[in-house]
């Protein structure tokens, strides 16, 4: 059983650097008032493709299994 833990242990510290990461990456909503103007836009002509969308989507997943990790290591101690 100790070895199950500190497995699952080294896996969340990976899934929190991949999470944090993935964060940093992803680019800011606005950058001021020329990013409000240009935000808009954005979203009008649908620039938020490629490597935004694939970002969110990677945070979200890495997120739910941090979320789930956490929850079992706290349930096996």
Known sequence: MDV???VL???QVLLSIALIVA???QSGRSAGLSGAIS???ETLFGKKKGLDEL???VT???AVL???LCL???ILK
């Open 9 to 11: 242990t080294v896996v």
């Open 55 to 57: 970002l969110g989507k």
């Open 60 to 62: 979200v997943v890495v």
């Open 4 to 6: 199950l833990k500190i």
């Open 66 to 68: 941090y979320g789930a």
């Open 23 to 25: 964060v940093v990456l």
């Open 39 to 41: 935000g808009g836009a």
């Open 72 to 74: 079992t290591l706290v």
